[in-house]
């Protein structure tokens, strides 16, 4: 507070201990998963008889490089150590004392446990000096993760000579759909907005039928105003409420991590999808409907990570996936997209079986 970091930051900070149980949870769900490693996915006999399959195996070492939460210290390493991959993790200086308390406390275990504490190595050394050379030891790291705000994955992206599976930003969207029930979309709305700001699958941008903006726009703006979220809208929003701000092209494409939401009346459902695409960051969109066609055609088309009907895009999330924590969720289409789990921390090698073939 001293230091006046935004509420979504101190959200994003804050180790309660309703948290605490939380992360250790997610320990034990990761825990009782299967593990992936040593799963052979596939195997075919070919013609020459010789048996050809693929099997999972660990990425090897993986970099995470993060901001902000200190559960992603647990979370990163609980999902490395399960797919016998070991993490060098280097998070902010913001939650430094939080990150070194955690990983003490599981190199502690690793040692009580007959296992090297080295799977886990944290750099406490938060320097911009030493992000930038930890994305260019390709000798001892075989991918990156980032994960944090746009600057920090803008960077790692545009500087790292490590391979690095991009996690992304979250401009989330719910569009309300002409046929969609009034008090189901608002109670959509405010979980997806308001329920934690400093999140990457909080919605940050509104889109809502013309069809039903009479409807449903007046309750979604009195809820807004309830909870102290600014409204920033296009001209049709603007007549429903004088203390609405007008929206600029900026604010459709904005991740806010505040209590900010930008609004858009559209003329259909194809105007909708062409809007969120292009201001979207490929994380998580949700459409509010009774139309079943309309249902299919959002999630046909929309191409984001995650793609709700009818539900709030705030179960974008690992433990709420099954997975027991995600790593990070991928907003690239390479290797893994959404929510990373155990599978996603995980390569392949083909595995062959001869018996005495020769290529002729």
Not at 257 to 273: G, H, P, R, W
Not at 285 to 293: F, L, N, P, Q, R
């Amino acid at each position: 507070m001293k230091n006046n970091m935004p509420e979504s930051l101190l959200d994003r900070l804050k180790l309660t201990r309703d948290r605490i149980v939380g992360i250790a949870d997610g320990v034990r769900q990761v825990a009782r998963l299967e593990d992936p490693i040593g799963e052979v996915i596939s195997m075919k006999e070919r013609p020459n008889g010789l048996l050809i399959g693929k099997k999972r195996v660990p990425l090897g070492v993986i970099g995470m490089i993060y901001e902000s939460r200190p559960n992603v210290t647990v979370d990163a390493f609980s999902l490395c150590f399960k797919t016998s991959n070991a993490v060098i993790l280097r998070g902010g200086s913001d939650a430094i004392h939080s990150n070194i308390a955690f990983v003490d406390i599981i190199k502690k275990s690793l040692e009580e446990n007959g296992v090297t504490p080295n799977a886990v190595f944290l750099l406490e050394d938060t320097s911009r000096e030493t992000a930038t050379r930890m994305m260019k030891l390709n000798d001892y790291i075989d991918v990156l993760i980032p994960r944090g705000g746009a600057g920090l994955i803008r960077s790692v992206v545009q500087n790292a000579t490590v391979p690095v599976i991009e996690t992304g930003t979250g401009n989330c969207h719910v569009y309300v759909d002409e046929t969609a029930d009034v008090n189901m979309a608002v109670s959509i709305i405010k979980n997806a907005k308001l329920q934690r700001l400093g999140v990457c699958n909080a919605c940050e941008s509104l889109v809502i039928h013309k069809g039903i903006a009479d409807e449903v726009l007046p309750k979604v703006l009195a809820m807004l105003k309830e909870n102290d979220c600014e409204v920033r809208g296009d001209d049709v929003v603007k007549r429903f409420d004088s203390s609405v701000v007008a929206a600029t092209e900026d604010d459709y494409a904005t991740e806010y991590l505040d209590k900010i939401i930008s609004v858009k009346v559209v003329e259909n459902i194809d105007e909708a999808i062409a809007h969120i695409n292009r201001n979207s960051t490929g994380h998580s969109e949700a459409i509010v409907t009774k139309d079943y066609d309309n249902a299919q055609k959002f999630l046909n088309e929309i191409d984001s990570s995650a793609v709700y009907v009818n539900a709030s895009t705030r179960f974008t999330d690992g433990f709420e996936f099954g997975f027991g924590a995600e790593i990070g969720i991928s907003t690239q289409k390479l290797h893994a997209r959404g929510p990373m789990g155990l599978e996603a921390l995980t390569t392949t090698k083909y595995i062959i079986y001869g018996n005495g073939q020769v290529r002729p």
